[in-house]
């Protein structure tokens, strides 16, 4: 597992016409915000995806890329950044071979769903961002070895690979705040 101040080892990814991509790439020439998603099913990455796609050109206006990577196949990550109408890259990582280069781990089901967190999916839900049945199943279904157990996580990684911030999730539910990755990148300039 990647720590702060490390470099990240250079590990392949797909871009979405199924053509592989290794990750140094992504920051050879400016920091990259490098954010994963828990499956395709989850409310909170959703909604986080929707906040970042109204702050993207903050992030832009930084200096850096925004970046989402998703544990599904080449297509089922197409058709998801396509629905959100996301105007930032998002990679797919079918084996989840980057999920456990940067250290993010599963969390039992039955732990996941505490009252706290199903309360914030039922506010989720009223506000609209609760995913369709088409979603979830993409998520359960997936033949990629995709889980459902999945957490997410943030980060942001310099020119030349060095890891500057870094923000895996314990619960289902967590998101870093957009004012602390914009703050991080500041730093990290």
Not at 77 to 91: E, I, K, Q
């Amino acid at each position: 597992m990647v720590e702060i101040g490390q470099v990240v080892a250079d590990v392949e990814v797909y871009n979405l016409d199924g053509t592989p991509l290794g990750m140094h790439t992504l920051w050879r020439d400016t920091p990259v915000v490098l954010t994963f998603l828990r499956h395709f099913g989850c409310q909170f990455c959703r909604a986080f995806l929707g906040t970042l796609r109204g702050v993207y050109p903050e992030f832009v206006k930084q200096g850096a890329a925004l970046v989402a990577v998703a544990q599904g196949t080449p297509a089922q990550t197409a058709y998801y950044r396509h629905s959100l109408r996301l105007p930032f890259p998002m990679l797919a990582d079918p084996t989840r071979t980057v999920f456990r280069a940067f250290g993010l781990g599963q969390v039992p089901l039955h732990a996941a769903l505490s009252p706290q967190v199903v309360g914030r999916m039922v506010h989720l839900a009223a506000q609209g961002t609760l995913p369709g049945v088409g979603d979830h199943l993409r998520a359960m279904t997936g033949s990629n070895g995709s889980s459902l157990a999945q957490l997410s996580g943030t980060f942001i990684v310099g020119r030349g690979g060095m890891l500057r911030y870094s923000h895996r999730a314990t619960r289902i539910d967590q998101q870093p705040s957009v004012a602390d990755l914009l703050q991080a990148l500041q730093d990290a300039s």
